[in-house]
Every structure is written in C-alpha cells, then in structure tokens.
C-alpha cells in the first residue's frame, strides 16, 4: 500500500529578479514501510521536496498524498492535524525545547494530541530507553551531546507512532561514530515499527542504510533505486 504518492509537483521560489526552480515536475510513490534517502548536493531540490511532502510547504503545481489523504486539498487547520497526528520529524538543528527535560521533550507531541499525563510519561520512559537514554530522563538538552540530542529527536518523532517519519539530515551535526549509530538506530526502529522513512541527506557515508535511493539535481530525480543494487557503495563514495 502506497504511504506517499507525489504527482507532477513543481515549486518555485523567487529569489530577487530571480526565479528558482526547487522542484521541477517531480513524480514518485513511496510505500508503508520503506526506508528511502533522498540524495543529491545543496540545492538540488531533496529538503524542498521533503517539506512538501511534510506539508511545510505548499506546492504551485500537483498533487501530494499521504495514504488517502491529498495534501494539496487540506485547510490550514486539517494540514497541521495531519502533521501533528501521522507525520514525525527530525531536523539536523534537533529543534528541541532547552528549558525541557529529555523526557518532557519526548511528551511535548503527545501533550498536544491530548494524551493522559502518565501515558504519555510512560511511553516517553519506554521510548528514550529504546534509543539508549535510560537514565537520562530528566537531563535538559544543554546536559546531552549532540548526539544524545538527536536521539531525543528520534524518539519524540515515533513515540506517538506516525505513519512517516521526515528526516532532514539528521546526521549533519555530528561526528561520524555518532552519526552510524544514530542511522543503525533509525534503521532498527525502521523495520521495527513499519515506519515509513524519508531522510535527506548529501552525506554518502550513510546512505547505504536506506534501501531505496532517490538522486535529485536541479529540482528533478534523476535516478531511483534500491541500494543494494546501487552504482557505488557510501564509503566508495567517499573522498
């Protein structure tokens, strides 16, 4: 079953006297359960296209589907339920709250969707020690390393278990020990869950994680593929 159908999608930003093409007529079906890499260097179109696809942004041209919902045909208010109820999201900047503990962090989505305060605790609990923070309930961010923040991020994107989960270089910010750890984290809790799984990503080192990859340059995709059969490896990638 598809979890993302992208139709004919085009954005455009205005840049001056300039017009730029962020995404040029891009198609795809992603299905539940995948764990897909869009891939390409800065400004190809990959972070536009997964804040399209998160509803962040609204596309000039096309259609956008999550399961039997069109993006494209919510109100304001019906998109930011769809956001808050069914899609997780992890930044590279981790966006998480500093006067917060981890697991008030972990609870903040789960509040919003007006979850019980000792359920929501409890799955805050059980989630931090899936991704390795037993322990560190009650420490704020400025007590964890980047790292450890970024797990935080994981575990407040699924615990409210989203039908998808949109990850815009999630590795960016940290070193490349933490930064496998963190994608064998996403690739565990990937196959796990059945989460659906969309990072962006230009780092070649953790892209053989996802098994599927989508190329983007200039806008468009350019290649679609599974990984295991892909051209070159990530750390042949590598300079």
């Known amino acids: 079953m598809s ?17 730029i093409k962020g995404l040029d007529n891009v198609s795809l079906t992603i299905d539940r359960g995948e764990f897909v890499c869009l891939s390409g260097p800065s400004g190809s179109g990959k972070t536009t296209l997964l804040n399209t696809l998160g509803g962040l942004l609204s596309p000039d041209q096309g259609e956008i589907s999550i399961g039997n919902e069109k993006l494209t045909s919510l109100d304001k208010d019906a998109l930011a339920d769809m956001r808050l109820q069914r899609i997780g999201f992890v930044f590279q900047s981790y966006n998480l709250i500093p006067v917060l503990s981890a697991r008030e962090n972990v609870e903040f989505v789960m509040q919003v969707q007006g979850i019980a305060a000792k359920e929501r605790q409890q799955k805050a609990n059980a989630m931090l020690k899936e991704v390795g923070l037993e322990g560190m309930e009650n420490r704020r961010p400025a007590e964890l390393s980047g790292g450890q923040q970024q ?3 994981v575990a407040r994107a699924i615990v409210s278990n989203p039908a998808l989960i949109l990850a815009d270089e999630p590795t960016a910010n940290l070193d490349s020990h ?3 750890n963190l994608m064998g ?5 990937n196959r796990k869950h059945q989460i659906t799984l969309v ?16 190329k983007m340059e200039d806008g468009k995709i350019i290649a679609d593929y599974p990984t295991s059969i892909a051209p070159e490896g990530p750390m042949a990638a590598q300079s």
């Not at 984290?185 to 809790?189: D, F, G, I, K």
């Open 3 to 19: 979890e993302i159908t992208c139709s004919n999608v085009s954005k455009t930003f205005i840049q001056g006297n300039a017009k």
């Open 151 to 153: 797990r935080v991020a």
């Open 178 to 180: 933490t930064a496998e």
């Open 185 to 189: 984290l996403l690739e565990t809790l």
């Open 199 to 214: 990072l962006a990503t230009h780092d070649p080192r953790i892209m053989n994680y996802a098994r599927r990859q989508i």
